[in-house]
Structure formats: structure tokens, C-alpha cells
């Protein structure tokens, strides 16, 4: 049997992480094609239960990304995300999840490189702790 | 409890309210009921003691919330917590501060009528009594006696906010707020387990919930008009008592009273199933309190905190 390959889900900002994946892209930068992308219109946007859906439905992990503080495009978004997330992943931690399984970065337009950098990390991560089982239906 | 209805009824003689909500005795031992006193003649049934559990701000949100919405003075009698969730409504502007007279009374915690039928050895108990102290049940054939400290909800136990923060009458004499450093040692001792274990807990606490979501109705905080868990355009989650459902459903239900939760423990002692709900609110409460210097409730000035943000906070979660 071939080696398990992590599913992951990637939940990007239109203005910064996905013009930085794009940029990644664009430079022929190589990166783990472990990631599934879904395209949000700010960081603000993330309701925790897409990032809780994504686990049910099967992902392994789940990164989601946003402009860096004060880049915002609609100013204040990912300081708003930033306060939702801060709850969040220790709650998450708290009833059991992994810790790794849920990740948060920041990447700009400008930062191909770091997007791939990070989406080496979280795959890598990831394998490590292996498939999810918790939360996700059917399991 | 006579400086209580004495008050009420000046209120509502003098005309500075229009009704009252308050606690009357309920029909079963050891019960309360919440009462709606219009008149003052009717102001003789208010009683406050270690049975009125129900979080009474409940009834100026939700589908309720036209009570509060009519141009009606309405006065509601508080305790600790209770006030800070109307606290929490004003903030909110679900309540008009000028609209509300808030009534405290001095609160020694509420009971939890399963820690005494355990006191009893689940015997039927008859005839129940509250003296702020001490409680006594009688039933057929035997007659008790206990430190009522014994039998609070677990909520009441780590309470340091017994008296209402924000009150426009008191009866008797509000004390001032205690130190909660140590308001969180159980969820302390949660976090210890490894990640494994923590799960299988969880599992195992949840698995009873049949997913009535009587601890979603009982609470003031939760009053969106659709709730995530009733909408099927996205269907967001299962409606079977499968575990992953259920806990996305407590989950979220957290997190959407993230910073708004005053940790009452009406959802704990609603909970059909005594599920340990507070457990999750409280690492919440924890974590607001110790990233963002928030407690809910607490002062009408203060923006709920998940609504709120500072340009510089804490973000050691993210990826550096």
C-alpha cells in the first residue's frame, strides 16, 4: 500500500494568503499538493465551524490564513479573526484535538515563499500525528 | 424575603414599574417558579431563596424579548450572576438601561437538587426549607439537616460574584466581589490530561446528549433568531445524537457565547442528561479572561470581547 497522504484543508484570504499562494504558484515554487483550497473574502471571515465541518467531512487538518496584522483590506478583519481563533484552538486543544491538526499563519501578497514554506510545515506536521479520528463522522 | 415584597410593592404603587419579575414557590419541594407580579396585591407570593435557580434575564431575550421591547418599566429580581447577564443584554442593546429596575438580592448560591436527593439516598423528600444557612427535608419517616454549602449547583461553589454588579435597589447589603484566582481549578485540572484522554472524556460526558438543546433555550446569552443548529440551508450539522454532531453543536455553542457567558450554570442544571456543560464555558471564560482581561458582565461600559480587539494582543497560537 502507498504511503498515507494527509488531506488538508486550506482556508486562504482573497487579498494576501491567496495572491501569496498564487505568487508561490507563479514562481514555480515547490510545495506539498496535500492542500485543498478555499478561497474567503478576509481571514474575518472564518466561522470555527468551517474549520469544525472541514474535520467532520474528512480532512486531516485544517490552516487557515490571513493578511498580517494592520494589512488588512477591510482594516480590522483579522484582528477580529485573531481574537475568534485565539478561543478557539485552545478550546479545540481542550476537548482533544491535536494541536497541530488546526493551524493559523499569516501570509502576505509578497510572501511565495513563506506560503510554501508553511504548507510544507503543516503537511509535515500533520503526517506526524496521523489520519484524524476525532470528530470526524463515520469514524 | 418581607423587605423583598415590601420593595416590589412600592415600586409598583408608586408607579415606577409596570411588572416584576421575581421567583414565587413552586409546586414540587425544593422549587421555584418564575412570577410575573402586575399588582401589589399579588407581590406577597415573591420569595428569594436557594430554589430560584432559573436565570430570570432569560426572559428579555429570545422570542420573549417583546417584553422588553413595549414601552412597559419592567423590574426583575437578580442575583450575582443574573445581573451580569443582563449586564451583558445591555451591552448588547437588547435591554434598555433606562427601561430596566434592577432588583438584587443577596445570593448564597442555588441548589442542586441531585447533591440532596444524595444527601437523602434518593428518598422521596416532601417538605424542603431554606434558612440562608442551612437546609432541612423532611419526608416520610426521616428528617434532615445540612449546611446548604453542601448542595450548591458546582457553578455557585467557585462563584465570586454572589451580588448583583449592577443594581438599581438591594436588599441588604451587596457585597463586594471576591478574588477568582482560583475560580478555574478544575479546568486547570482537565488541561493536565494528555490530548488522548481528554477526548475520551469528552466522548464519553457528551455520548448522553440526546440534543433536546434545553441548555441553549434556558440561556440569555443564546438568543440568535436562527439558531446554527435549526438552519438547513446549509444544514450545518447532523440532527442525530451522533458524537461528532453533538460535539460540534457544544463546541460552537461555546464559542458563540464566547466572552458572553457569565457561567450561570442554567444549561448545566437544565441538561436532562446532567451533562457537566460548564466544563467547556468555563476554559472559555478562562481563556478570555486571561488573553483579553475580560470578565462578561461586569461593568456596562465594557464592549462584549469577542466584538472588541487591540492592535498588539498575544498571538503566540499563530505560526511565527
Not at chain 2, 417584553?67 to 443574573?82: E, P, R, S, W
Not at chain 2, 441548555?215 to 450545518?236: A, H, I, L, T
Not at chain 2, 471564560?285 to 458582565?297: I, Q
Amino acid at each position: 500500500m502507498s504511503e498515507w497522504e494527509p488531506k488538508i484543508l486550506a482556508v486562504l484570504c482573497n487579498w494576501c494568503s491567496y495572491a501569496g499562494a498564487d505568487l508561490a504558484g507563479v514562481s514555480r515554487m515547490q510545495y506539498p499538493p496535500n492542500i485543498r483550497v478555499v478561497r474567503v473574502p478576509c481571514s474575518g471571515r472564518v466561522d470555527p465551524l468551517f474549520i469544525l465541518k472541514g474535520l467532520q467531512s474528512g480532512y486531516d487538518g485544517v490552516l487557515v490564513s490571513g493578511c498580517h496584522p494592520g494589512d488588512c483590506h477591510y482594516i480590522s478583519g483579522n484582528y477580529v479573526a485573531r481574537r475568534r481563533f485565539a478561543v478557539l484552538k485552545p478550546l479545540l486543544e481542550f476537548v482533544g484535538i491535536e494541536p497541530d491538526r488546526v493551524q493559523f499563519s499569516w501570509i502576505s501578497a509578497g510572501e511565495g515563499e513563506r506560503f510554501a514554506e508553511v504548507v510544507s510545515k503543516v503537511t509535515e506536521d500533520i503526517k506526524k500525528i496521523g489520519p484524524a479520528k476525532r470528530l470526524v463522522k463515520g469514524a | 424575603m418581607k423587605e423583598l415584597r415590601e420593595t416590589v410593592k412600592s415600586l409598583l404603587t408608586e408607579g415606577k414599574v409596570d411588572l416584576v419579575i421575581g421567583w414565587e414557590k413552586g409546586t414540587m419541594p425544593g422549587a421555584s417558579t418564575p412570577v410575573f407580579i402586575d399588582t401589589a396585591e399579588k407581590a406577597d407570593s415573591l420569595i428569594f431563596d436557594s430554589t430560584c435557580r432559573n436565570n430570570l434575564s432569560v426572559y428579555f431575550t429570545k422570542d420573549r424579548r417583546e417584553l422588553a421591547k413595549d414601552d412597559k418599566k419592567i423590574g426583575v429580581v437578580v442575583k450575582g450572576c443574573d445581573s451580569r447577564s443582563l449586564v451583558l443584554n445591555i451591552t448588547e442593546k437588547q435591554i434598555d438601561r433606562e427601561k430596566v429596575t434592577i432588583i438584587g438580592v443577596p445570593c448564597n448560591g442555588v441548589l442542586d437538587m441531585k447533591k440532596v436527593t444524595g444527601k437523602v439516598d434518593g428518598k422521596e423528600i416532601l417538605e424542603f426549607t431554606d434558612d440562608g444557612e442551612r437546609v432541612t427535608v423532611k419526608g416520610r419517616e426521616f428528617e434532615q439537616t445540612f449546611p446548604l454549602d453542601e448542595v450548591i449547583s458546582d457553578s455557585c461553589v467557585t462563584c465570586v460574584r454572589r451580588d448583583a454588579v449592577e443594581h438599581d435597589l438591594f436588599i441588604g447589603e451587596a457585597r463586594e466581589p471576591g478574588s477568582d484566582e482560583n475560580a478555574y481549578v478544575e479546568v486547570e485540572e482537565f488541561e493536565k490530561l494528555d490530548s488522548g484522554e481528554r477526548w475520551a472524556r469528552m466522548e464519553q460526558e457528551y455520548s448522553a446528549c440526546i440534543r433536546c438543546y434545553a441548555c441553549r433555550n434556558v440561556c440569555p446569552s443564546c438568543y440568535c433568531n436562527v439558531c446554527f443548529v435549526d438552519q438547513n440551508d446549509p444544514q450545518w450539522i447532523g440532527k442525530s445524537p451522533e458524537i461528532t454532531d453533538t460535539m460540534i453543536f457544544h463546541i460552537i455553542r461555546n464559542l458563540h457565547v464566547a466572552g458572553r457567558c457569565v457561567e450561570c450554570g442554567a444549561c448545566e442544571r437544565a441538561c436532562p442528561m446532567d451533562i457537566k456543560l460548564l466544563l467547556l464555558n468555563r476554559k472559555v471564560a478562562k481563556e478570555v479572561r486571561d488573553r483579553f482581561g475580560s470578565v462578561t458582565g461586569t461593568g456596562l461600559e465594557n464592549k462584549p470581547a469577542m466584538a472588541d480587539f487591540k492592535e498588539d494582543e498575544n498571538q503566540d497560537f499563530i505560526m511565527g
